[in-house]
């Protein structure tokens, strides 16, 4: 495709593209949303920075881009429900979500995408790393894309790893369940992406407990080696936020890790999820 009203500039090999060209707290017409659109579906990640968006432009763009939900572990800010907080303060040494993750699998219906806009960023460090799900299935052997076509795997809010980067937040953000509670899914360990047809890894680390009719225990080796897979370099890429950078990502077809190297600095970023639907 031939972008007329955007630039976008790939950021690696796997997946990421800076786009350039379009201020996101106008209203934009369907011919930059077609492009943005097309873009997003074809990089996975998009990055737009110097966007200082107030709370009303935000949600206006997200709308645009699919229905906001709301987000199931945490409370919105006020008068803005749809729009999550993420903060770590500076005496905290857990960041939320700290690890290789796809965002709340333990649903049944996911959320199909999220963007995350940065208002306070540290003066170094505090990067967002992303992984191609599309890639990360294509490269295993033909053998195992076969085991795996036909496995089913347990997702869960209230596996350990998780836990241990949510409980600050769930204690001091208004948490909408009470700690302990989980939510639990069946999903595909291999879906189709509904938009693009292709094949997915969708298994990760910090929501997938076992496959089903197996035991965690049996599930582990085949799990661990998936996990260690997933984020492999060639597979990523990586954002250096900037106040007023906003990322929106495909949630169905990558992976994330907000990387946890600034202690003693605030972050803080509003985060919106986008639409929901069943993996198949």
């Given at each position: 495709?031939?972008?007329?009203?955007?630039?976008?500039?790939?950021?690696?090999?796997?997946?990421?593209a800076q786009i350039g060209g379009v201020d996101l707290r106008r209203e934009l017409?369907?011919?930059?949303?077609?492009?943005?659109?097309?873009?997003?579906?074809?990089?996975l990640v998009l990055f737009f920075r110097d966007q200082q968006l107030d709370s009303d432009q935000y949600l206006?763009?997200?709308?645009?881009?699919?229905?906001?939900?709301?987000?199931?572990?945490?409370r919105g800010l006020d008068g803005y429900p749809l729009i999550v907080p993420v903060v770590k303060l500076a005496h905290e040494r857990v960041n939320f979500g700290g690890l290789w993750h796809s965002?709340?699998?333990?649903?049944?219906?996911?959320?199909?995408?999220?963007?995350?806009?940065?208002?306070?960023?540290?003066?170094?460090?505090?990067?967002?790393?992303?992984a191609n799900m599309y890639l990360a299935y294509e490269s295993l052997s033909d053998g195992?894309?076969?085991?795996?076509?036909?496995?089913?795997?347990?997702?869960?809010?209230?596996?350990?790893?998780?836990?241990?980067?949510?409980?600050d937040r769930l204690a001091e953000g208004g948490a909408k369940l009470v700690p302990g509670a989980a939510l639990n899914a069946l999903h595909p360990v291999v879906r189709t992406h509904p938009e693009t047809g292709r094949k997915l890894l969708y298994?990760?680390?910090?929501?997938?407990?076992?496959?089903?009719?197996?035991?965690?225990?049996?599930?582990a080796p085949l799990l661990n080696y998936l996990f260690a897979h997933l984020c492999r370099p060639e597979f990523t890429c990586r954002l250096r936020w900037q106040v007023g950078t906003l990322a929106l990502w495909d949630n169905r077809c990558t992976q994330?890790?907000?990387?946890?190297?600034?202690?003693?600095?605030?972050?803080?970023?509003?985060?919106?999820?986008?639409?929901?639907?069943?993996?198949?």
């Open positions: 495709m031939e972008y007329r009203h955007i630039s976008v500039a790939p950021v690696a090999g796997a997946l990421g017409d369907a011919a930059v949303l077609a492009e943005i659109r097309h873009a997003w579906l074809r990089h206006a763009f997200a709308r645009r881009i699919a229905e906001p939900v709301e987000y199931p572990m945490l965002d709340t699998a333990y649903l049944e219906t996911p959320p199909i995408a999220a963007t995350l806009l940065a208002r306070e960023v540290p003066p170094v460090g505090g990067d967002t790393l992303f195992l894309r076969r085991v795996l076509d036909g496995l089913r795997a347990v997702n869960s809010s209230a596996k350990a790893d998780v836990t241990k980067t949510r409980e298994v990760n680390g910090g929501h997938t407990v076992r496959f089903e009719d197996m035991t965690e225990d049996e599930s994330h890790n907000p990387i946890n190297d600034y202690h003693g600095h605030r972050r803080v970023m509003h985060r919106i999820s986008l639409g929901a639907d069943r993996p198949v």
